[in-house]
């Protein structure tokens, strides 16, 4: 599966949360997720500028976001849910529930999932579908 076809698979499957997604599938939306937020991040600079949100007087308070980010907020929240379900049908490709998704929000779990998802799925049919390498 190229790039392209990657990301036509997750936005086609944007909220679909059955089957099974190959590692070039999962790995092809991290690297668009990644460039897409960078042009984002750019845009949102260009358009808008950097200021302080949060002002303590004269001085901008300790801590303050310093950039307005409004384009990349709302792409933010729209790839939320196709992340979240490629996540879960990566899973699925590995014979796993998408519930391991929740392991994640811990910091060990993070990079746990970050090497399953380097593993290569189980080979043919197995309780969520047909192998889709096949």
């Known amino acids: 599966m190229n790039f392209g076809q990657a990301v036509s698979s997750v936005l086609n499957n944007y ?10 599938e999962y790995w092809w939306w991290v690297l668009f997720s990644i460039v897409l937020n960078w042009i984002t991040a750019f845009l949102d600079t260009a358009l808008f500028g950097t200021f302080a949100l949060v002002h303590f007087g004269d001085a901008s308070y300790v ?20 992340s ?13 529930t998408g519930w391991w998704l929740l392991i994640g929000l811990t910091g060990i779990g993070a990079l746990v999932i970050f090497f399953w998802f380097m593993i290569k799925g189980t080979p043919g049919t197995n309780h969520y579908g047909r192998d889709p390498l096949e």
């Open 15 to 24: 909220a679909t949360f059955s089957g099974r997604a190959p590692r070039s």
């Open 63 to 82: 801590g303050a976001v310093d950039v307005f980010t409004p384009i990349s907020t709302i792409v933010g929240l729209l790839l939320i849910l196709p």
């Open 84 to 96: 979240l379900a490629v996540g879960a049908r990566r899973f699925h490709d590995m014979d796993r």
